[in-house]
């Protein structure tokens, strides 16, 4: 059994940078795609920002040039440097893997973690 966990979440004002981690054991995930998504209180879960395993990367537009996913095979780690935040990207984030981006994009998941909580204030 896949046991996921997250961390790097918290509090920071407008501007601030945080950097997410996800850790994946009982699995090895170097040939899945990889990616992180959030859900607000309220609101639709939204994808962030997803790794290919040939290291292709996307960004939802309102992260894109702020945000950066990257992965460590070896690690069975994944992350998300998140620059620059505001308000809007208050919100838990959640990693997952997928056998193919087109999975991820159908969140058609294959492990995914519990979150981590990310709250900016301005």
Request: aromatic letters at 10%.
């Amino acid at each position: 059994q896949v046991q996921v966990v997250e961390s790097g979440g918290g509090s920071v004002q407008t501007g601030g940078s945080l950097r997410l981690s996800c850790v994946a054991s009982g699995d090895t995930y170097t040939n899945y795609c990889m990616g992180w998504f959030r859900q607000a209180p309220g609101k639709e879960r939204e994808g962030v920002a997803a790794i290919d395993s040939d290291g292709s990367t996307s960004y939802r537009d309102s992260v894109e040039g702020r945000f950066t996913i990257s992965r460590d095979n070896a690690k069975n780690t994944l992350y998300l440097q998140m620059n620059s935040l505001n308000p809007e990207d208050t919100a838990m984030y959640y990693c997952a893997a997928a056998d193919s981006y087109l999975d991820y994009l159908r969140s058609e998941y294959i492990f995914r973690g519990q979150g981590t909580q990310v709250t900016v204030s301005s």
